[in-house]
Structure formats: structure tokens, C-alpha cells
């Protein structure tokens, strides 16, 4: 199967502008997740989509960050305005997990995510 | 924090020789998970251990599970040089939210 495709792979702006990123998951995996993954941490979840509704967001900074996922598959992630302190790798994954399902034992499939270098 | 730790932050060792992480948490869970990190690249998934078991092999990998003592480890058998990678623990409470540590980083020198 496909794995999770995610771009741009690098993106470098300065602070205040804009950037989006895209991906698409798995096909068939209902549930979607954005993760921050700063040099030398561990991956902290921003939100988590099932289809194309939102499960989780309380992580996700919302004066800045936007996310959403047509027709419960391709999602992007912005940024606006950009800090300093969003340096970091976007990662997206995907599951075939489902809130209250059966399958709620399925792993995460990852995509190589999208370093942002904001200067 | 629900998230759960690795111990250690990083191991340097020997090809051939073993590895052994561990991962400690706070609340309960649903389930636990492995991944693997190489550099510049995502998360691969390892092993997912579920909560009513004890231990799962995969290959050269070994994870157990004490919910007791809430932790977990995983032992990485004669370890190669491609093993040389970051490895996270996640830890499922449910609501197929999957949270992570810090990881371990280890290298595996030739």
C-alpha cells in the first residue's frame, strides 16, 4: 500500500508570513493526525480528525494554526501569522482506528513530514 | 503529563550486543506502541502491545508490558548498525490518541 505523503518536505520563511502544508493519508484510514515534532522532543499531537471531524484540538494553538480535512481524506495545516518559536518538523499520520471502534488497536502510519525553518 | 518517559536518553553499543529502553507512564492505557525514528525521516511503527498482555516478539524485538508498575521495555537483540535510530514509546488512554515520549536515541557502532 501507498504510505502517507505529505509536502513541501522543507520549507524555510520569515516570522509573520504564512505557510500551509499538505497530506494524504492512507487510502481507507478514517482518522488523520498532525503532530509537532521539535529537535530532540517527542511528537506532540496538534489535532486529530476522524473523517472529516474534528476529534481533538486542544492542543492545536488556534490564533495561529488552522487545519482541516475535505471530504475526510487530504488535510492541510496552516500557519498565520508564523513565530520563531514553530520551527519545527509537521508530521502527519494516519490510522485505521476509530474512536469507540473495534480497531482502536491500530497503529500510526506516518508520513515523512515537513521541516519549517522560520527565521 | 500522560505521556510517556524513556529511560535511557541515549545508548551507544556494540554491534552484536543487546538494547534494552524502557518506557514508564502515569495513567492507564489501552495499549502501548513502539516506533523507530531515523534521522530526516517518520515514525515507523515497531510493535503494539495491548493492555491484557504481557510480551510480543517481532524478529530481533522484544517489548513487554508490566501494567503494575506501569512501564515497558523493549530489547533489540543483536543489534546492527542500520538499528542506530531514535525510538518513542506512545501510550493509548484511549480515544485512539496515541502520545509520545521523548524517545531514546541509540547507536549501534560498528
Known amino acids: 500500500e501507498a504510505g502517507v505523503a505529505q509536502s513541501p518536505r522543507y520549507k524555510i520563511i520569515e516570522k509573520r508570513q504564512s505557510v500551509a502544508f499538505w497530506c494524504n493519508p492512507i487510502?481507507?484510514?478514517?482518522?488523520l493526525y498532525w503532530y509537532q515534532q521539535i529537535l530532540g522532543q517527542g511528537p506532540k499531537l496538534l489535532i486529530q480528525f476522524q473523517n472529516n471531524g474534528v476529534v481533538d484540538d486542544s492542543q492545536l494553538p488556534k490564533d495561529r494554526f488552522s487545519a482541516e480535512r475535505l471530504k475526510g481524506v487530504d488535510s492541510t495545516l496552516k500557519i498565520q501569522p508564523a513565530k520563531l518559536e514553530d520551527s519545527a518538523v509537521y508530521l502527519c499520520?494516519?490510522?485505521?482506528?476509530?474512536?469507540?471502534?473495534?480497531?482502536?488497536?491500530?497503529?500510526?502510519?506516518f508520513g515523512n513530514g515537513t521541516r519549517l525553518t522560520v527565521t | 503529563s500522560q505521556q510517556g518517559e524513556e529511560d535511557p536518553q541515549a545508548l551507544s553499543i556494540q554491534e552484536g550486543e543487546n538494547a534494552t529502553m524502557n518506557c514508564s507512564y502515569k495513567?492507564?492505557?489501552?495499549?502501548l506502541q513502539w516506533y523507530r525514528q531515523n534521522s530526516g525521516r517518520g515514525l515507523v511503527h515497531l510493535i503494539l502491545i495491548r493492555s491484557n498482555e504481557r510480551e510480543k516478539h517481532s524478529g530481533r524485538l522484544r517489548v513487554t508490558l508490566d501494567t503494575s508498575k506501569k512501564s515497558s521495555s523493549l530489547l533489540i537483540t543483536a543489534s546492527r548498525a542500520a538499528d542506530t535510530a531514535s525510538y518513542f514509546c506512545a501510550t493509548d488512554f484511549g480515544a485512539g490518541k496515541s502520545t509520545f515520549g521523548d524517545g531514546t536515541t541509540l547507536t549501534v557502532k560498528p
Open positions: 499520520a494516519s490510522s485505521a482506528r476509530l474512536t469507540g471502534g473495534s480497531s482502536y488497536n491500530s497503529p500510526l502510519h
Open positions: 487510502s481507507g484510514h478514517a482518522t
Open positions: 495513567t492507564s492505557i489501552n495499549n
